[in-house]
């Protein structure tokens, strides 16, 4: 899950404090820092969830349900369950799923992302946004990830990251480095923002994450970039025997 307290050192828990610090300023720090594009990168994460009749979806750090509600609405017979360890953020979520009107489609949960309290094989997808750097664990919870959806199912994670190479490289990392801090801190009121920074230049290569997704069990991985390579979409599909 967003295991995720207020700085570097704090990495290490899970109850989620930080983000319950900012929920109420969650959904505003997105749009601003993204520039407004993580509605765009959150469609592409739906779409490569492949849903069909029917999709059981899995939402882990979920946070404010966004992508939880992109992916209901996409179908009127889409059912997501949301998990996170902000209750604050969930308290949040769970109000927009309800203006929405889909309440009896979209069930968020607290919990542990790399201890998830749901069955083998019981949906058609998972996806993580913005989640997967911040586990202290991530192989526990792409191995996760890959136990709870059935075999073939996407699994799908979109993370940011610092492009390494490229004409916007640079400009990237100064705005990542730089700039989203000190935003960060100022619209939110806490100065360990600073985390989000440090959490993302801590992220691996792609190539890096990828063999990590085949050791957690997923098979036929892949990496596209997005936006001269500030996010990264990485999909790949459950291959684990579930007993």
Known sequence: MEQVKGSKKELEGGDGVFFDAIAERYDLLNRILSLGLDHRWRRRTVEALQLKEGSRILDLATGTADLAIAAAKTRDDISVTGVDPSVEMLAIGRQKVNEEGI?????????????????????????????????????QGLKEMARVTRNGAPVVILE???PRKG?????????????????????????????????????????????????????????????????????????????
């Open 160 to 162: 940011l990251s610092e």
């Open 167 to 243: 004409p916007m490289a640079a400009m990237s990392r100064l705005y990542v480095r730089q700039i989203v801090p000190r935003v960060g801190s100022l619209l939110s009121g806490q100065k360990e923002y600073r985390y989000l920074q440090e959490s993302i230049a801590a992220f691996p290569p792609a190539e890096d994450f990828l063999a990590l997704m085949v050791e957690a069990g997923l098979k036929d991985v892949s990496v596209e970039p997005l936006t001269f390579g500030v996010v990264n979409l990485f999909v790949g599909y459950s291959d684990t025997p579930n007993s």
């Open 103 to 139: 309440t009896d489609r979209v069930n968020l949960l607290e919990g542990d992302g790399q201890n998830l309290q749901l069955g083998d094989d019981e949906f058609d997808g998972a996806a993580v946004c913005f989640g997967i750097r911040n586990f202290p664990d991530r192989l």
